[in-house]
């Protein structure tokens, strides 16, 4: 069973900043990873799709990197503002015809003025 | 390009009463998904449409939840009767493949008191 992990659950930065936000899973055999963004009482906004065969995306300011064989994906943002306060959910679909997307708990961030 | 579209954004209902949801997939999608979210959690997939038909309804709690999708486009997501462990967002998601990229509705929040 694939299970993905968001370490911290929350996180505070000043404005310019530039962060790191970390999502783990524990199986390797994956078709793809995608970021997401979620602001108060909204939908899930995609970000960034990363599939097994590549090792990053960027996008903009973003840049989401992935080491399959580690289990590991980080979400660099650089130059944080206060306009990237959401929550930022990883999700991985795992190999076969019918996998589902499987979601971590998200990381809060919350980016000072 | 029209995004997912989801109705109603709002509901609040008495337990043991039903409610149904409803989704408008982006154009030309052909799998569809509707996920359960609750506070704090990551959204966990109840159901998987490929076209109309169900690849995935492993976590669907049958007994009271059902969902179709006719003619392989719109969905209709139905609880009946309805539990306060029910409270949740519920999030209709689309990709044109499998294994390509999801995109979100803005989701229905759902109360029952």
């Known amino acids: 069973k694939q299970e993905v992990t968001q370490i911290p659950a929350a996180l505070s930065v000043p404005e310019g900043e530039n962060l790191v936000l970390n999502c783990s899973f524990t199986?390797?055999?994956?078709?793809?990873l995608q970021w997401f963004r979620q602001d108060p009482g909204k939908g899930l906004t995609s970000l960034l799709l990363?599939?097994?065969?590549?090792r990053e995306q960027t996008s903009g300011r973003l840049n989401a990197s992935l080491d399959k064989s580690s289990g590991r994906s980080t979400l660099y943002i650089a130059a944080s503002q206060p306009g990237d306060s959401a929550t930022y959910l990883c999700?991985?679909?795992?190999?076969?015809?019918?996998?589902?997307?499987?979601f971590g708990k998200g990381i809060t961030l919350s980016v000072r003025p | 390009e029209a995004g997912v579209a989801q109705s109603p954004r709002y509901k609040i209902i008495e337990k043991r009463q039903s409610v149904a949801f409803w989704c408008n997939p982006i154009s030309g999608h052909a799998t569809l998904y509707w996920y359960q979210q609750i506070l704090g959690q990551g959204p966990k997939l109840l159901i998987q449409f490929q076209n109309n038909g169900v690849v995935d309804d492993s976590q669907l709690p049958k007994d009271r939840f059902s969902a179709e999708r006719l003619k392989g486009v719109d969905s209709t997501l139905k609880i009946q009767p309805a539990k306060l462990e029910d409270s949740a967002v519920y999030l209709c998601a689309s990709s044109f493949g499998r294994n390509t990229e999801a995109f979100f509705g803005q989701g229905t929040r759902l109360t029952v008191v």
């Open positions: 199986d390797s055999a994956i078709y793809n």
């Open positions: 990363i599939q097994s065969s590549q």
């Open positions: 999700a991985v679909k795992r190999t076969g015809a019918n996998s589902k997307l499987t």
